[in-house]
């Protein structure tokens, strides 16, 4: 005779179940602190890597704000010449642009004042300006009022080496002689020199 057959009941089945869950999920803990365990032994085996040098800091481009300005005001142009030992004078004892009895360096070309004053430089003579972008003068691309020339007091010194070094080229529409080059002309006006600097 065959024992009689036992039935679970609801609640034991319930808690065969739970059982069951609570093996699973402990297994899954395992497996997972094996693999972070394991993780862990390879990352400490690895040789220690180097650390990457820190990148140089490039110096910002020289930009148009870095540049040189192209024009001066009369103050700035007036004391880079004399810093450089060059004399300027007023017939009207005035820095006024716009009377023609002044004597004005405002707008001047900063290449203008640097080319003045290598002009006394390589020559060695006294250099005094009495001309500058006052109005008053011809007009034009390059004229005075344009930065490009200046007017200055001639003396032998400065008479001698301008016709030594520069060739003569031509007599200019006022009837000035004109000596220089392509880049810088001279004009020996009655009682200065104009120059041209370009």
């Given amino acids: 005779m065959d024992p009689p057959l036992v039935v679970p009941s609801a609640a034991a089945r319930r808690a065969t179940a739970t059982a069951g869950h609570h093996l699973g ?7 997972y602190t094996r693999n972070l365990y394991r993780r862990a032994q390879e990352i400490q085996a690895r040789p220690a890597e180097r650390t990457r040098p820190a990148e140089k800091v490039r110096p910002p481009e020289r930009t148009a704000q870095h540049l040189p300005p192209l024009r001066l005001r009369h103050a700035e142009a007036a004391q880079r010449l004399k810093r450089a030992g060059l ?7 005035c820095t006024n642009r716009n009377v023609r009895q002044c004597t004005s360096l ?28 006052e109005i008053g003068h011809s007009p034009g691309p390059y004229s005075h009022h344009a930065g490009y020339k200046l007017d200055i007091t001639p003396n032998r010194c400065i008479s001698r080496y301008i016709k030594r070094e520069y060739p003569y080229q031509r007599i200019r529409g006022d009837g000035a002689p004109l000596y220089g ?10 009682d200065h020199w104009d120059i041209l600097f370009r």
């Fill in 25 to 31: 999920a402990l297994e899954t803990a395992r497996r």
């Fill in 87 to 93: 004399g300027w004078k007023s017939s009207g004892g």
């Fill in 106 to 133: 405002e707008a001047v070309r900063t290449a203008t004042v640097t080319d003045v004053i290598a002009l006394k430089r390589r020559s060695g003579c006294p250099v005094v300006i009495t001309g500058g972008t």
């Fill in 181 to 190: 080059s392509a880049g810088t002309l001279y004009a020996r006006e009655p």
